[in-house]
């Protein structure tokens, strides 16, 4: 499962689209940390601004894979007021992509000391930590972001958390209940949300629930074109199901465009659970 996940894993570095629908309630058991992400407070004197749009710059040259120039930023960023957590954020999160995790964690930790509470902070830091084998901890600081009221992108901390459950595997069937209470939240506030709908119809097909599983599938393959994951799944689904027609019609769709996908291999070696 782990190597067909990474395709569709929302990077912590990848901006979710935000929604107009209320935002979850926090869990019960845990009381919320209201605090406004420091990116989003005001810039009270002229280093903070000239931090600040640095590093919104520095991000933009991150996701557009300019690694050099994002670090660049974040230097300057930090040479104008060194106590902006987001300079150092946006600095953790180019050394992550850099595959620099010493680097990384260095970054994370110097955010999370100057803002504990930054749910931001938090999402990207758990990413890290859910990427570094360390999803346990990972959930509790996608709890902190997902629990603040405040935060306008709970769909990513939602789905994060839902995806770094399905990379362990210490009790499957545990792990996927919770991973499917996280996705089903972060498809409420974003009925559109493809990562979502794609892992909540694998965690049905893999829990004997192929009718959920279908639902799912359909709903996918409306709003887009089946990419290699996504028709491997619908054959293997209707494959169970019975439904030759459509075991077919994907198979078509795999041999046509993705025939170079680890998912092609296994179909050609007939392994198909």
């Known amino acids: 499962m782990k190597q067909g996940l990474m395709f569709w894993l929302v990077s912590t570095t990848m901006l979710v689209a935000g ?8 869990d019960t058991n845990e009381q919320a940390n209201v605090e406004l992400a420091v990116s989003r407070q005001t810039a009270g004197s002229n280093e903070l601004q000239r931090a600040r749009a640095h590093t919104d710059l520095g991000r933009h040259y991150l996701l557009d894979g300019r690694y050099e120039v994002a670090l660049e930023e974040a230097r300057i960023a930090l040479e104008s007021e060194g106590s902006y957590a987001p300079g150092h954020n946006l600095r953790g ?8 995790n010493e ?3 260095e970054s994370f930790r110097r955010a999370l000391g100057l803002a504990k509470n930054d749910p931001e902070i938090n999402n990207d830091y758990g990413w890290f930590l ?5 999803a346990k901890a990972a959930i509790n600081h996608f709890r902190v972001a997902i629990n603040n009221p405040l935060y306008q992108m709970p769909v990513k901390p939602l789905t994060n958390a839902g995806l770094c459950l399905l990379l362990m595997n210490e009790d499957r069937k545990a792990e996927d209940r ?3 209470d996280y996705l089903l939240r972060a498809l ?5 949300h493809a990562t979502a709908i794609f892992w909540l119809a694998d965690i049905a097909y893999r829990g004997n629930r192929f009718g959920d599983a279908l639902v799912r599938l359909k709903d996918l393959h409306n709003m887009m074109e089946p990419v290699a994951q996504s028709a491997w799944l619908a054959l293997r689904l209707a494959r169970k199901m019975g439904d030759r027609d459509e075991e077919a019609r994907m198979m078509g769709i795999m041999r046509r465009k993705y025939r170079d996908s680890p998912e092609y291999q296994k179909l050609s070696r007939g392994e198909f659970d």
């Open 188 to 192: 409420r506030l974003d009925p559109k």
């Open 130 to 134: 859910c990427q570094t084998g360390r």
């Open 19 to 26: 929604c107009n629908s209320s935002l979850p309630r926090p």
């Open 103 to 105: 680097l990384a964690e």
């Open 93 to 100: 999160l180019t050394y992550m992509a850099l595959n620099k």
């Open 178 to 180: 919770q991973a499917e």
